[in-house]
């Protein structure tokens, strides 16, 4: 039990929809991150918040957007879906965001765009 | 060429079996390196961080070379819990940036 939790688990939307997914962070991290993992591959790193700003972001085009809010839960936004985009979308949290945080990873959402 | 590159398997191996696992990373840069624990579709759970002088934790070996970029993971005395899929993992600076392999896909058979 990592103590950060996600939801919805599952979700299925159609193609051209958008979505959002939500995450609560262990108490007291401050950093938030996104990753997406597509069946077979590893995760991919979207991007990370600290203290409700972007700092950093992987290879994903713009219709994927967050937010972080002040109590450190955060969202991640997917607009206008494409099929590629099923895959199991991750939320890790950790204490701050200097390389080396252990993350701590919530069981996911699995996302299904049909 | 992959940022990390892993053998995907699966390796068969019976209960007791000694198995070894090996990741190669491209960025000379990279700064910290972990072995990731993935059970079927579940999160992805720290199995060790890896350093240079190597390290042990029970039946686990990791041991980083710097200058072949590359990593391994040594599993002793395997168990049939020990299935999973292990992630071998850089982070390559600039925040908490992880950069994933593929896995490689573990099965301890009796």
């Known amino acids: 039990e990592t103590g950060v939790t996600q939801s919805p688990t599952h979700l299925i939307k159609t193609r051209g929809q958008q979505v959002t997914l939500r995450c609560s962070s262990q108490?007291?991290?401050?950093?938030v991150s996104w990753y997406q993992q597509a069946l077979g591959q590893g995760p991919q790193f979207i991007f990370q918040?600290?203290?409700?700003?972007e700092n950093g972001r992987g290879n994903f085009p713009p219709r994927f957007s967050g937010l972080q809010f002040p109590n450190y839960s955060s969202e991640l936004n997917v607009n206008a879906l494409e099929l590629d985009d099923s895959a199991l979308y991750l939320c890790?949290?950790?204490?701050?965001w200097g390389g080396g945080e252990k993350l701590f990873f919530g069981s996911g959402t699995q996302l299904s765009v049909l | 060429r992959k940022e990390v590159e892993q053998d995907p398997g699966p390796f068969n191996v019976p209960e007791g079996a000694t198995v070894a696992f090996n990741c190669t990373y491209s960025?000379?840069?990279?700064?910290?390196f972990f072995w990731y624990r993935q059970d079927c579709r579940k999160e992805p759970k720290l199995l060790m961080s890896?350093?240079?002088s190597g390290n042990e934790d029970g039946r686990f070996t990791a041991q980083l070379n710097r200058a072949s970029q590359y990593i391994s993971l040594l599993i002793r005395d395997s168990k049939l819990s020990d299935s999973a899929t292990y992630l071998c993992?850089?982070?390559?600076?600039?925040?908490?940036?992880?950069?994933f392999g593929t896995g490689t896909q573990l099965k301890v058979e009796l």
């Open positions: 918040y600290y203290r409700e700003e």
């Open positions: 890790a949290s950790s204490l701050s």
């Open positions: 890896v350093y240079s």
């Open positions: 108490s007291g991290h401050n950093t």
């Open positions: 960025n000379s840069a990279s700064q910290s």
């Open positions: 993992v850089v982070n390559q600076g600039g925040g908490n940036k992880l950069t």
